[in-house]
C-alpha cells in the first residue's frame, strides 16, 4: 500500500485534527454507561449530543451497542455535514440510529433521552447566568425522569492563566492556547493551532470565546433549573508523572491541583 503523504497546512482537515487531538469518545461512553448504570440498574439506550460538532461522541455511542440510539444538535450546518459524510455515513447499516440535527441547544428537544452530554466545556459559550440557566432549564426537560444530564468542566488556577501547551500527535503538533482572563466578567479566549513536520502551520484552527465558570456556580444553576442533585467525578492522578490518570471517581472534596477536569452529572 502507497505510503500517505505527510499531513502539511494545506492538505490537513481541521476536523480530522481536531477529533483526533481532543475528543476520546470511548472513554466518554464507558463514563455515560458505568455511572448511569449504578445509579438505574440498566444500560441507557439513548444519548443526545449537545453541542455535537462533527458527532463523534453520537457515532462512538451506537457502536458501543445494537440498540442504542443518538442524537446530535449543533448550529452549525458545515460541521454537520462533515459529520454526517465522515461518521455517521461509514457506519453503513447503523447510520440511521444517528441523528444530527441543526439546532440550538436552547431549546427543548424531544425525545426525552436517557442521557445528555454536553463536552469539552462547549456549554460556557454562554456569558450570561439567565441564559445559562435556560440551557440548563432546557436539559432538564429533554432527559427522562430516570435519566442523567453530564457536562464537562476544568478548574484550577491553571484554568485562567494565559498559556500555551503542545502535545505531539501522529503527524502533527497540537497547541492549546489561553488567551487574556478578565477577572471582571471571566471572559477568556482560547484557540487550537496545528503544526506540521514541513514547518507550515494552521493558526487558530478553532477559536473559542468563553465565559470560565466555576463547578459551584454550575451546580447551584443545575439545582435552579429543577434538577433534585448533582454529582461531581474527578480524575485520579498517576503517582509519578501527577498528570490526569483518566479514572474519574465521584468526590465530596479533590485536591486543589492547579488544573484539574471533572464531570458534572445532573440527577432530574
Ligand atoms: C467545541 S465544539 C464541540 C465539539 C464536540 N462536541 C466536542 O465535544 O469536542 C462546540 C460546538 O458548539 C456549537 N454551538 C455553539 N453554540 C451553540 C448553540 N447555542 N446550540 C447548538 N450548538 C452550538 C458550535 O457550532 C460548535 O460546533
Redesign the pocket.
Given at each position: 500500500m502507497a505510503k500517505k503523504p505527510p499531513l502539511t497546512a494545506k492538505t490537513a482537515d481541521r476536523h480530522a485534527l481536531?477529533q483526533e487531538a481532543?475528543?476520546c469518545t470511548e472513554a466518554d461512553v464507558r463514563f455515560i454507561d458505568r455511572v448511569y448504570r449504578k445509579r438505574y440498574d440498566r444500560a441507557p439506550l439513548t444519548l443526545r449530543?449537545?453541542?455535537?460538532?462533527?458527532g463523534?461522541?453520537a457515532t462512538e455511542w451506537v457502536k458501543s451497542k445494537a440498540e442504542r440510539v443518538a442524537f446530535g444538535?449543533?448550529?452549525?450546518r458545515e460541521?454537520l455535514a462533515w459529520g454526517q459524510a465522515h461518521n455517521v455515513d461509514p457506519l453503513g447499516e447503523s447510520r440511521g440510529r444517528v441523528l444530527l440535527q441543526r439546532?440550538?441547544?436552547?431549546t427543548p428537544k424531544r425525545p426525552q433521552v436517557d442521557v445528555q452530554v454536553a463536552?469539552?466545556?462547549?456549554w460556557w459559550?454562554?456569558h450570561e447566568r439567565s441564559v445559562l440557566l435556560e440551557?440548563f432549564k432546557a436539559a432538564r426537560a429533554s432527559v427522562r425522569k430516570d435519566g442523567l444530564f453530564m457536562l464537562d468542566i476544568h478548574g484550577g488556577y491553571e484554568a485562567t492563566k494565559s498559556l500555551k501547551e503542545k502535545k505531539r500527535r501522529k503527524g502533527f503538533v497540537y497547541q492549546w492556547e489561553q488567551g487574556v482572563f478578565n477577572p471582571i466578567d471571566h471572559r477568556i479566549t482560547c484557540y487550537i493551532h496545528f503544526e506540521f513536520k514541513d514547518g507550515s502551520k494552521m493558526r487558530r484552527a478553532?477559536t473559542?470565546d468563553w465565559r470560565w465558570w466555576s463547578v459551584m456556580e454550575a451546580r447551584d444553576l443545575l439545582r435552579e433549573a429543577g434538577f433534585s442533585s448533582t454529582e461531581v467525578y474527578c480524575e485520579g492522578t498517576e503517582k509519578e508523572s501527577q498528570e490526569g490518570n483518566g479514572a474519574f471517581r465521584h468526590v465530596q472534596r479533590c485536591d486543589n491541583d492547579p488544573s484539574f477536569v471533572a464531570y458534572i452529572v445532573a440527577v432530574p
Open positions: 481536531y481532543v475528543q449530543e449537545d453541542f455535537c460538532g462533527t463523534l461522541l444538535v449543533d448550529l452549525d460541521v439546532g440550538n441547544v436552547l463536552f469539552n466545556f462547549s459559550v454562554f440551557y478553532f473559542y
